[in-house]
């Protein structure tokens, strides 16, 4: 009886605990573009793709005051000189699809790197690399850092190269198609002043582009 009371008792504690948890999350807000296609072609011919929701993507609930911390801080990149747009085009908050609103980058490896100008906790991050048309960009890693030499306090929290062709490690995550929701990761809380993003061209081009790229952060 008294063992019944006691599994009782922490059965209620932890609804409590989890009752005030969840009062303390919110959905963050992505305002989201004019979508550019209807549907996601499931023929593409691209290794370890995941399978379209089919629906609209749930809202992702984080601490209340999460914010996109990534909007109009500084960008640099691997590629200096674009060869379309400006870097700071990545995080000026604008995630339309038309010609005007991306950034590309040259072909092979290329980064971009946010310097969010100070230490946050990160809970999601959401990049649009290409969403006029349904794409798939290669060898996407996205890492946080304390420094911009990304030697310190380094973290990975998305690597979807699954051969390691960019060097940084054979990655789980899947490959996907670009749409107007853009691709959203759960950076669980990781904590990180420099978010970088590598890609390695797309399935109709070798080159790298980068509409917007939102970073949720407290």
Same mark, same amino acid.
């Given at each position: 009886m008294v063992a019944k009371s006691k599994i009782l008792s922490l059965l209620l504690l932890l609804l409590f605990t989890f009752s005030l948890s969840a009062q303390d999350?919110?959905?963050?807000?992505?305002?989201?573009?004019?979508?550019?296609?209807?549907?996601?072609?499931?023929?593409? %011919?691209?290794?370890?793709?995941?399978?379209?929701?089919?629906?609209?993507?749930?809202?992702?609930?984080?601490?209340?005051?999460?914010?996109?911390? +990534?909007?109009?801080?500084?960008?640099?990149?691997?590629?200096?000189?674009?060869?379309?747009?400006?870097?700071?085009m990545v995080s000026d908050g604008e995630n339309n699809a038309d010609d005007g609103y991306f950034v590309e980058l040259g072909p092979f490896t290329q980064h971009v790197t946010i310097d969010l100008e100070k230490q946050y906790s990160i809970y999601a991050l959401v990049?649009?690399?290409?969403?006029?048309?349904a794409r798939v960009y290669f060898d996407v890693v996205i890492q946080t850092a304390d420094d911009p030499d990304f030697t310190k306090n380094v973290k990975t929290i998305f690597n979807n190269d699954i051969d390691n062709s960019s060097g940084?490690?054979?990655?789980?995550?899947?490959?996907?198609?670009?749409?107007?929701?853009?691709?959203?990761?759960? +950076?669980?809380?990781?904590?990180?002043?420099?978010?970088?993003?590598? %890609?390695?061209?797309?399935?109709?081009?070798d080159l790298n582009h980068y509409v917007e790229v939102s970073v949720y952060g407290k």
């Open positions: 999350l919110e959905p963050i807000k992505i305002d989201l573009p004019e979508p550019m296609f209807v549907g996601t072609p499931t023929n593409l %011919s691209v290794p370890n793709l995941e399978k379209p929701l089919g629906k609209p993507r749930p809202p992702f609930l984080a601490p209340k005051g999460t914010k996109n911390v +990534a909007l109009g801080k500084a960008v640099s990149s691997t590629d200096e000189f674009p060869i379309i747009g400006e870097l700071e990049v649009w690399h290409f969403h006029k048309q940084l490690g054979k990655g789980k995550d899947k490959h996907y198609v670009e749409t107007a929701e853009g691709k959203l990761i759960d +950076a669980k809380g990781v904590k990180g002043r420099f978010v970088r993003l590598y %890609s390695k061209g797309n399935n109709s081009n």
